[in-house]
């Protein structure tokens, strides 16, 4: 499917529903953040705004980016609900083609499960455009799931290939291997600026992690998550 069919069914599940997501701060970027000045950051994949508020209330001036109208108008009234749609901005747009005004950059960029079944994104190109809208100085996170979030997936998701840390990293990187497999990711159009090649990174995390989560009915499950973090070398 292209990226008009992911908008199209994101947007369908978003309007489907009073509310998808819990709204609270994913703990990685949490976690990341807090060991961070505060600065610009930018949210790829905001959904509904839960980790752009979070950061803005920690004091950061924040954009959060989603291909959901339906999403974006939610997060844009969760900021004004929080007391910091003064430090937000949301965006509606394709992650695949969208670039911040005035070429500008951010201290942090995150992307948090920015991850789509059974509608494909060009998910490696997105990564490999986000490393060039990080400052100098300022650091990258990707967090994803690398194993399935729950026991109970439809059939129709559980063909879903999930990335490993050694190929988002190989992605932000902007390894050839990659995106060999993703044709979005060839063309300037597709990759945007550069991402500098592995010198211009000091690569501070790039693993699994463990997790376990509870659904309503108490239920848990054992799951991974797979991090990778890095940092533009000034």
């Avoid at 929080?82 to 005035?102: C, I, N, S, Y």
């Amino acid at each position: 499917m292209d990226e008009q069919d992911a908008r199209d069914w994101w947007e369908a599940r978003y309007a489907g529903s009073e509310g998808i997501w819990s709204g609270r701060v994913n703990a990685v970027l949490a976690a990341v953040a807090a060991d961070l000045p505060v600065g610009r950051a930018l949210d790829l994949g905001c959904g509904e705004g839960g980790d752009v508020v979070w950061l803005a209330e920690q004091g950061w001036t924040a954009t959060g980016v989603d291909l959901s109208a339906t999403a974006v108008a939610r997060a844009g009234r969760a900021a004004a609900a929080a007391g910091v749609d003064g430090r937000t901005t949301f965006v509606a747009a394709d992650l695949a083609t969208w670039a911040p005004e005035d070429d500008e950059r951010y201290d942090l960029v995150t992307a948090s499960f920015l991850q789509s079944w059974p509608v494909e994104i060009p998910r490696a190109a997105i990564l490999r455009r986000a490393a060039g809208f990080v400052a100098p100085g300022g650091h990258l996170l990707v967090t994803a799931h690398a194993a399935p979030p729950h026991g109970d997936l439809p059939e129709e998701m559980r063909a879903y290939r999930f990335p490993t840390p050694e190929e988002d990293l190989a992605a932000v990187l902007g390894s050839d291997e990659a995106t060999a497999d993703d044709p979005a990711a060839g063309g300037p159009a597709a990759s945007g600026r550069a991402a500098g090649g592995p010198a211009a990174w000091a690569v501070l995390s790039a693993e699994r992690r463990p997790r376990t989560t509870t659904t309503a009915d108490g239920t848990t499950h054992e799951t991974e998550d797979s991090v990778v973090l890095v940092r533009r070398r000034a």
